[in-house]
């Protein structure tokens, strides 16, 4: 049976066609009253974006479903979880208060905000899963004692999954420090011979594994505990990954761990992707590179496979824009191409789907449900 995915367009013409309007109505038509009971505790999970970031989800979007939360008798709260790089996300305090700096303050979206792994991410708890990689992972505490979620995704590019919509979200987004080690662990970083020295992987590596050695950038093995956060922050793109197995067991590692987030409350979860400024690299990136399309809408669904598949289809059917990353790729310009693969040449993007289907989270087969 096909998954239905609701999707509203950006256009406008009037007050209920407004961009936050039509988050409400979304959150309506898709039928997400459903399953949130009064006084349920409810998570909204969702990326503040680290600080010099400005494409993450626009705190009045957030608002709108704030409210329709409390409408239905819900206590909502914002929520993530702290880094494992070193930035301004990596322990609850910063986090929160740059959580606020980026707009996400209570007198904007009426909720209070509350990192979900504690002050320096230690509160999870362990989730029995009996999966490929992992018997058990390690969920934030938060979001596991919540009653109902809603997971709020901004769709985008990233370096090592490919794409980051709702599965990236669950995934990476409710685990700790410790968890999104256990993710990331067989990556190993290389840095190129044209190492400018600026220093930015060195100030952001959780294990000081990086040091400047004959005035270029050096990793070292033992100490590197393969997050690829260099990789993130390298602004000259001269450290890539050297995947010391094949790139899909990252991706599934990734999603065994999307499958914990939710399992204990998996019929009481919902999902809202905004396809709008898909930038090359994810929020955790300290600036935002241009849409490598342009903006597209907001999906919602009960299904986060299908949910992200449809996001997938649609950023692939768009013509590339040349004065993004694409048009340094010089590849993945024309509709129908996949535009992160062009970016990220190592990934796979479309795998997290696979093997997100092949544990029961969703299906790949869905209905766009096209609103007005």
Sequence with gaps: MKSKVYFFDLRAKKRNESLSAKVGRIFDS?????????NDMVALKLHFGEKGNNAFINPIFVRQVVDRV?????????????????????NAIDHVVTAIENGFAYAVVNAPVIIADGLVSKDSVEVEINKKHFDKVKIASAIYYSNAMIVLSHFKGHEMAGFGGAIKNLAMGCAPASGKQRQHSTLKPRVAENCRACLACIKNCPRDAITLVDGKAYIDAEKCIGCGECISMCVFNVIKPVWKTDINEFVERMVEYAYGAYLNKKEKTAFINFVM???????????????????????????????????????????????????????????????????????RGEYQLEYAEKLGMGTRDYELVRLM
């Design 30 to 38: 898709a039928g997400f009253s459903r399953i949130i009971s009064e």
């Design 277 to 347: 400024n898909v930038t090359p690299l994810c929020d955790c990136t300290p600036w935002s590179d241009a849409p490598i399309v342009h903006d597209i809408g907001i999906l919602a669904s009960f299904d986060p496979v299908a949910l992200d598949k449809a996001c997938f289809d649609l950023v692939n059917s768009q013509n590339g824009n040349p004065h993004s990353a694409l048009g340094d790729k010089n590849s993945g310009f024309k509709a129908g191409e996949d535009k992160f693969r062009a970016i990220h040449p190592e990934t």
């Design 70 to 90: 409390k409408k239905c008798g819900g206590k909502p709260f914002l929520t993530d979880t702290n880094t494992l790089y070193k930035g301004s996300r990596s």
